[in-house]
């Protein structure tokens, strides 16, 4: 039989990369060491701003007026580059070519220097980074020297203190309800968590909601923003609590999104969550604005023209209905 021809196609590997971006190395979990990184990297203590504009009152509040966070080092478990896992993959199909680790970086900087955590500048590279997100911040803040450089923060924290509001405690089941046995976990620890979390109730809340917020604050960029997803249960709280952190004058925007309408609902429906936009100095907010594009017709605000000679008028009835009317390289526009 004759032989088949095999085709091999190759894709170009797509990951986002940062070419004019540095950051310093961070230890790899496996070449952690107490010599190479202690592992009491001390505390870093945060003060909250007690002279402000009219703000909330909790319980605590007032005796939390600053706070300790420890400065831990954030480990790299994996890469997950999809250009550094293909080319592994290549070259174990390629027989007799040098094979690295499936982890391996080849841009990276030599092992000898490797191990210095924290001393060396080495590519950026997009990270995920599992952990309490105070102690990823404050890591970033102390460790990686990223406070003032960062241009976008996106919170989407628990709703509000309810179970449904901080656990899924089954993958098959997206409908969680506080008070119904069933819906709890079989797992003590986390129930345990959920309860020494929020011992206070929203007092609890607030209070973990503003360390956060201070942390996300020290680290944006002048023209930076800050984004935090919430329901309609605890805006207004959080509007508030923002408005202390970052100030009254910096607040951009409530931003409203429709989601899938609940069912079985004996009051009106909650159709909507909320987007609350702060910048960190809302005069120098980088910002994009949002265009849609428009077709002439009656829908549009479109009611003058100019024609091709330089003249311009107010467009007929006519022409407004039947943009076709108009005459050829003519310039709809509104004042």
Known sequence: MPKKKTRT??????????????????????????????????????????????????????????????????????RIDPRTIIESVRKRNGGNQRQSSLFAD????????????YQH??????????????????????KENLAGKVQCVYMDPPYGIKYQSNFQPFVNKREVKDGKDEDL?????????????????????????????????????????????????????????MDEVFGVGNFVSLITFTKTSPLGTKLLARRSDYIIWYAKQKGECKYRQLFLQKELGEDTAYTYVELPDGIRRKMTSEEIKKPALLPSNAEPFTL
């Open 9 to 78: 196609f190759r894709k170009t590997i797509e990951s986002y990369a940062h070419g004019d971006k540095k950051r310093v190395n961070n230890p790899p979990v496996g070449l952690v060491t107490p010599d190479t990184d202690p592992t009491h990297g001390g505390t870093k203590t945060y003060a909250h701003d007690p002279h402000l504009h009219p703000q909330l009152q909790w319980a605590g509040k007032a005796e939390h007026v600053s706070f300790e966070v420890p400065t831990q080092s954030l480990h790299v478990h994996e």
């Open 106 to 117: 080849e841009r990276e900087i030599p092992l000898r220097t490797a191990i210095e955590f």
């Open 121 to 142: 500048s080495h590519n950026w590279s997009n990270r995920l980074i599992a952990g309490d997100s105070l102690l990823v911040m404050n890591s970033l803040l102390q």
């Open 185 to 241: 976990t079989a797992e003590p620890e986390m129930i345990k968590a959920f309860r020494d979390t929020w011992e206070l109730g929203i007092h609890s809340y607030l209070s973990y909601l503003r360390d956060r917020l201070l942390l996300m604050r020290e680290l944006l960029s002048e023209s930076g923003s800050c984004f935090v997803q919430i329901s309609d249960e605890n805006v207004h709280l959080v509007r508030n609590l």
